[in-house]
């Protein structure tokens, strides 16, 4: 089975590397909060 690749705007981005940034947070951290599981 291949893996569907998820595409996310550039805002999304923007605003992802924002909120990392700001919080202080890792990335793992950061996607954890931004994504659903």
Same mark, same amino acid.
């Given at each position: 089975m291949s893996r569907k690749t998820q595409r996310y *705007?550039? $805002?999304f981005k923007a605003e992802a590397v924002r909120m990392v940034l700001e919080n202080q947070l890792s990335i *793992? $951290?950061?996607a954890s909060?931004?994504?659903p599981s």
């Open positions: *705007s550039k $805002e *793992s $951290e950061g909060r931004l994504l």
